[in-house]
């Protein structure tokens, strides 16, 4: 069965019928999903739950898409693996590297291709630091879709190829997201394309709200201490905190939350920044500079959403310098085995700089969020590893040995 119901503005509540493709609403604020919990509750079981499909779309009572509309490459359902190499800490490593497209941008966009497919679409479009473009276009090919991304020109050479494999049209731009988004957004309304940006339609952030289901039942539906999320738009954050209290009134966890923690990175920082002058919106990061491409967000448009779950949760926000993502990638790969992209590394300098701090203890469950591969970072991690070979290495026939 399919429990949606309606969609509700985010900042004035007003309700919108399903049904028909929505983008934001007049007065600006993203639309949410909205669901019959009532009869979830009474419909829907763990025991149900654990004879299901092992993806994302097993939760599929609390997502929008008629099942006949579900366009999946398997996406979700990603490890929750415990750090090893620190025994006397209880952290935690959420690998969205481990998706279709190697990103956790993967659930977002499977759902909203699939509701695409659903309310008629034939083109979509969106603005993309890289990840999200992929995703994208890879879905979009899977349901017949024609793709439209706007990417940077120094976005990471593994999206560009990757959209246009897929079959996706693809156009550079002299400038940041935002740039990209505007720039999708005036196509869009000129050849009558549809756009998926991030929170300018209200299903991507229902796919990434599978994450914090996944996390619950990962743990037997008790809750972690604490989860460092890498926010850049945000919309993982802001849907886990949604998968959180549609859990609560399911009767399937309690009213205990994590501390939602955001992390950003030294050079585009603006939730940091809001958080610590106690503002309820963001204001626009100038310059912005990072060489984690997701985390270069100057101004995400669901701020208001990730500042409040911050706040209702007894979270943080705090930044990192690309040096300490960098150092913390090569640890979790050559500790872990986990080749982190550089937003998700930045969770655990983060985390390392909590626990010294004493915000965190280390008897706290804590949950690190990677959210992409770290193959679709070579060019940033190249800078460890140049390829030019010493005249000692030379002699040995390009013997290179780690660091």
């Known amino acids: 069965m399919n429990y949606l119901t309606h969609l509700e503005c985010s900042l004035c509540s007003r309700n919108f019928e399903p049904g028909r493709p929505w983008a934001l609403c007049p007065c600006g604020g993203p639309l949410l999903a909205r669901y019959d919990l009532s009869a979830v509750r009474r419909d829907w079981t763990p025991a149900r739950l654990a004879a299901s499909r092992p993806d994302m779309w097993r939760y599929a009572p609390l997502l929008p898409v008629p099942p006949d509309s579900i366009i999946s490459l398997g996406e979700g359902l990603t490890p929750l693996r415990r750090v090893r190499s620190l025994p006397d800490h209880n ?24 509701m695409a497919r659903e309310l008629g679409l034939r083109g979509v479009a969106i603005g993309s630091a890289g990840n999200a473009a992929s995703a994208l276009a890879a879905y979009a090919a899977a349901a017949g879709l024609a793709a439209h991304v ?26 940041l997201i935002g740039d990209c988004a505007r720039l999708a957004a005036a196509r869009s309304a000129a050849e009558g394309w549809f756009d998926l940006g991030t929170l300018k339609e209200p299903y991507r952030v229902e796919g990434k709200k599978t994450m914090g289901f996944e996390v619950a039942e990962q743990f037997n539906w008790e809750l972690p201490d604490a989860i460092l999320y890498p926010t850049g738009g945000g919309v ?20 205990r939350r994590p501390r939602m923690i955001a992390v950003q990175a030294e050079g585009c920082k603006p939730v940091v920044r809001a958080w610590e002058n106690g503002a309820d919106r963001s204001e626009f990061w100038s310059d912005a500079r990072t060489l984690a491409s997701g985390l270069r967000v100057p101004k995400p448009l669901g701020d208001f959403l990730i500042l409040g779950a911050i706040r209702a949760s007894g979270g943080t926000a705090l930044a990192v310098s690309d040096r300490e993502m960098l150092d913390a990638g090569l640890r979790l790969a050559r500790e872990e085995g986990i ?45 460890r590893f140049p390829r030019r070979l010493s005249a000692e290495q030379d002699k040995l026939g390009g013997l290179i040995t780690p660091r």
């Not at 952290?91 to 699939?114: H, M, Q, Y």
């Not at 050479?157 to 156009?171: K, L, P, Y």
């Open 236 to 255: 993982g954050l802001i849907g886990m905190w949604k998968a959180f209290q549609e859990l609560e009134a399911i009767g399937w966890i309690g009213p």
């Open 339 to 383: 080749f982190a992209a550089p937003e998700g590394a930045a969770c655990l300098a983060a985390a390392e700089k909590l626990l010294a701090s004493g915000f965190l203890s280390p008897a706290d469950r804590i949950v690190l969020f990677n959210t992409g591969s770290g193959l679709k970072y070579l060019e940033a991690y190249a800078t």
């Open 91 to 114: 952290l935690w490593v959420k690998d969205e590297g481990l998706n279709p497209t190697a990103s956790f941008k993967a659930r977002g966009l499977s759902c909203a291709i699939s």
């Open 150 to 175: 706007f990417l940077p020109r120094d976005v990471p050479q593994s999206n560009f190829i990757d959209c246009r494999a897929c079959g996706a049209e693809v156009t550079l731009v002299d400038g």
